[in-house]
């Protein structure tokens, strides 16, 4: 079970994705991963540390015999970061869905920046959306492989 207020970042193991706001294309990438990612209440720079350092590093790529012993460091691949505070919906009292564990914007936003940041320090090149905004996501998923990370 997801607990209720850490960081979360879905990974999708992708051979292209693009965000587009209206009619512009914001960033796209070829082979990587499109990571969701979305920054709890009592998340702070060093769970994003950790975070950006498991995705580098999480081995789901696959080898020359087929094996998911690679790392998107290993792979090369890029990383498409968007933000997506509801992966923190909460759907366990009625109908609509509740963001009180979601971090606030201006935090998030700060968290979320540094998250990305820290994925390209580590050597993986890395596009985001834009924070805020209404995007369009496209990918093409690769395996398909998607992988949920949470911050314990």
Do not use: H
């Not at 999708?12 to 499109?34: K, W």
């Not at 990571?35 to 580098?56: F, N, P, Q």
């Not at 696959?62 to 890029?78: I, V, Y």
């Amino acid at each position: 079970m997801l607990s209720s207020n850490r960081m979360r970042a879905v990974l999708q193991r992708v051979l292209n994705a693009r965000v587009t706001v209206g009619s512009e294309e914001v960033a796209s990438i070829g082979p990587g991963l499109l990571i969701l990612a979305g920054v709890g209440k009592d998340d702070d720079e060093a769970t994003c540390r950790r975070v950006a350092s498991k995705t580098a590093r999480l081995r789901i790529f696959d080898d020359t015999e087929g094996k998911m012993n690679l790392s998107l460091l290993d792979a090369r691949g890029s990383a498409l970061v968007v933000s997506q505070f509801t992966l923190y919906a909460d759907t366990n009292k009625g109908l609509r869905p509740s963001f009180t564990d979601a971090c606030s914007p201006e935090r998030a936003k700060e968290l979320y920046e540094l998250y990305a940041q820290e994925l390209g320090y580590l050597g993986v090149p890395t596009r985001t959306g834009r924070f805020g905004a209404r995007m369009q996501v496209s990918l093409t998923n690769n395996g398909p492989v998607t992988i949920i990370l949470e911050e314990k």
